[in-house]
């Protein structure tokens, strides 16, 4: 018995991201680029994000969902920028989660099925790369890992009798990104949920919920925003400076 765990879990030796990048950023009030395409310091959002996936050690390759109008952009930018472990880039579809179907099918025409899957969001380019690797950690010891934060305000649920429930607040944590799987698990659990008419899970996290999977947590850093609204951009505009001006004074 041990032997067999011991085979199971040292099957999935292979770490591959899953970076999902198709809205078009109604909410950023930006006509122009997608908010995965706004710039910083002459740098697109997404290429943050590419860079600190393709630049850990532990990452063996990389597939893009993006809008299908912006691919030739994008793979422009991934050369400028030199991605080197981007192996595909596909085109997303209308919700978050049919783009993620799109891009982990093809990561399996790539990869195989024995692989963990790290799936993130083209926004969020505020991550860590201890993030990336608590994330490989866990998956590869419990299956599945949800990025998680501190809930640093009151969460109200509100239920069907018209009675909120509010849980206790150091009880409550934010699910964020990177979700990490077992690929061969989240794309059954995606082809059965297409299967029966659902694409409005909101993420993986909650999919695997739905379908009554144990989820496993990690707690990443605060900063990691998605960056879906002006306010969210000037932060990380913030946030980059302040690293820049590390870098530079020492301090």
């Not at 099918?105 to 380019?125: F, K, M, Q, T, W």
């Not at 909101?202 to 990443?220: A, L």
Request: hydrophobic share 40%.
């Amino acid at each position: 018995m041990i032997r067999s765990h011991f085979m199971e879990e040292n099957k999935y030796t292979k770490n591959i991201a899953v970076i999902f990048a198709g809205g078009t950023g109604r909410r950023m009030c930006v006509a122009s680029k997608p908010k995965q395409f706004l710039e910083l310091s002459g740098k697109p959002v997404i290429i943050y994000t590419l860079e600190l996936f393709d630049n850990h050690p532990l990452i063996d390759g990389i597939v893009v969902a993006c809008l299908e109008d912006w691919i030739p952009y994008l793979e422009k930018q991934m050369r400028k920028f030199e991605i080197n472990k981007v192996a595909r880039v596909v085109a997303g579809g209308d919700t978050s989660q049919e783009s993620i179907y799109n891009a982990l099918s093809a990561a399996v025409e790539v990869y195989g099925l024995d692989c963990n899957v790290l799936i993130h969001d083209g926004v969020r380019p505020l991550i860590t790369a201890q993030t990336i690797s608590d994330n490989i950690e866990t998956v590869k010891a419990k299956g599945n890992c949800i990025t998680c934060v501190p809930a640093t305000e009151t969460v109200v649920v509100n239920r069907a009798d018209s009675r909120p429930y509010i849980p206790s607040r150091p009880d409550t944590i934010m699910a964020r990104a990177p979700q990490s799987f077992r690929l061969v698990e989240i794309l059954s659990l995606h082809e059965r949920a297409r299967a029966e008419g659902r694409h409005d899970f909101i993420d993986c996290c909650s999919m695997m919920s739905h379908y009554g999977h144990e989820i496993h947590t990690i707690m990443g850093p605060m900063e990691n925003i998605k960056i879906t609204t002006p306010t969210n951009f000037f932060i990380f505009r913030a946030m980059v400076e302040v690293h820049e001006n590390q870098q530079i004074f020492g301090f």
